[in-house]
């Protein structure tokens, strides 16, 4: 009797559940616009190749490009308006010390009357006033330079968004054409990372216990594969069945169906 437990027992383990699975991208992606415009180039002759560096979709930015050289433009005529008056700043700093010294000595003279004096001492008040106006007048251009610094990362935003790269991935679909034009969250292309594969398989209940440490086969060949991921809650589509996903090396071909079983050796 226990001779045949065992035999049962070796015959369950090497007749493992076969499962099957297509060899499908690491990753695809839909990308969707972050804004508003015509695309105005879309090749769609690219689609099944690896994308460069160079964009495989533009947006019109034209606008955008200007608006981004001026905005450059003006930081710089501000920065040299507020070192400027920075200098202006710092020469009316030292006629202001020099006019409280001699107020200060004006003040405490008695054969100075006292309209010499009031003279004196509105002629510091207007230094003084002059000096903050200026101050004044630094720390507001440089809050415009700091909105301004934000606009000009919001148009590069914007330009690196009408401008679509995906060096290294595949694409996989165009989903738009020239001439069309498109608003925020439009569909534009689908890119596939081919830099690996995944297998995802639904395991039956018996088969999630210890699946990460168990050997996977491959159209009955042994690899040195493991289940990467395993969800220990079940599918909401499969019902009764528990997702694991298996990370292999980019094949030649993708989307072939591939037969796997996992096996306690």
């Given amino acids: ?83 400027a008056n920075e200098g202006v700043l710092d020469n009316l700093e030292k006629s202001l010390n020099k006019k409280r010294e001699n107020y200060k000595k004006v003040e405490s003279l008695k054969f100075k009357s006292s309209v010499e004096k009031d003279r004196e001492f ?39 968004d009408k401008n679509l790269t995906a060096e290294g991935f595949v694409l996989y679909d165009m989903l738009v054409k020239p001439g069309q034009v498109v608003g925020v969250a439009t569909p534009l292309a689908k890119v596939a990372d081919v830099s690996k594969a995944k297998l995802i398989i639904f395991l039956d209940e018996p088969d999630v216990l210890n699946a990460e440490k168990k050997t996977v086969y491959i159209d009955g060949e042994k690899t040195s594969y493991k289940v990467s991921r395993l969800l220990n809650i079940a599918d909401s589509t499969n019902i009764s069945k528990y997702m694991a996903q298996i990370i292999l090396k980019s094949p030649k071909i993708f989307s072939r169906l591939v037969k796997v079983e996992l096996k306690n050796d």
């Fill in 122 to 160: 509105y002629d510091l008040i207007s230094s003084e006033n002059l000096y903050l106006n200026t101050q004044k007048e630094i720390n507001n251009l440089k809050i415009q330079i700091t909105d301004m610094k934000l606009r000009e990362v919001q148009l590069q935003k914007i330009l690196e």
């Fill in 1 to 83: 009797m226990k001779i045949l437990i065992m035999i049962l027992l070796m015959f369950s383990i090497s007749f493992a559940k076969v499962y099957y699975a297509k060899v499908e991208p690491y990753e695809v992606r839909e990308i969707s616009s972050n804004v508003s415009g015509e695309v105005i180039y879309a090749n769609e002759n690219l689609v099944g190749t690896t994308l460069s560096k160079e964009p495989y979709i533009r947006i019109y930015s034209d606008v955008d490009s200007k608006e981004l050289k001026y905005i450059k433009d003006k930081l710089e005529y501000m920065r040299e308006i507020i070192s």
